[in-house]
């Protein structure tokens, strides 16, 4: 079974290269969706447990911390995901190509970005993202 379809977050979690540890970023009730159409867009919307309302500039601000969306044409190649985007919540993604490596088992998908510095973060760590989907019924 391939990956066209709408697939609902199960979990978002940040991989530590040097640890190993495993931290769920987005909470342990993230909520979200990827859809794959049959004509190759990919549609994705991914936001942590918790969130409320803003009633500040500063937390509007906070609120792009913790989440993810973005849109464009993909490809699969050899278990990877490759997007092309044309729109983000970050400008810095548009016109980029996102590379995942993914797993399809049964009704269960595990996205998995590359090892990456995550330059935002104090330690300026070295991490991973693991995001698991189950379809949706």
Do not use: C, H
């Not at 987005?26 to 859809?35: D, I, S």
């Not at 549609?43 to 009633?55: D, N, Q, S, V």
């Not at 190509?97 to 049964?106: D, L, W």
């Amino acid at each position: 079974m391939g990956v066209v379809g709408i697939w609902k977050l199960v979990s978002y979690e940040v991989e530590f290269q040097s640890t190993g540890k495993k931290d769920p970023i987005f909470g342990e009730k993230p909520t979200g969706y990827v859809v794959f159409t049959p004509e190759q867009r990919v549609f994705i919307l991914l936001t942590a447990e918790g969130r409320k309302p803003a009633k500040t500039d500063e937390e509007r601000a906070e609120l792009l911390m913790n989440l993810l969306a973005f849109t464009g044409r993909y490809r699969l190649e050899e278990g990877k995901w490759i997007t092309s985007v044309d729109v983000a919540w970050s400008p810095a993604w548009v016109g980029t190509e996102q590379v995942y490596s993914y797993k399809v088992n049964a009704d269960r998908l595990q996205v998995l970005t590359q090892w990456r510095v995550m330059t935002n973060w104090p330690n300026k760590d070295i991490v991973r993202t693991i995001i698991t989907f189950e379809r949706a019924k």
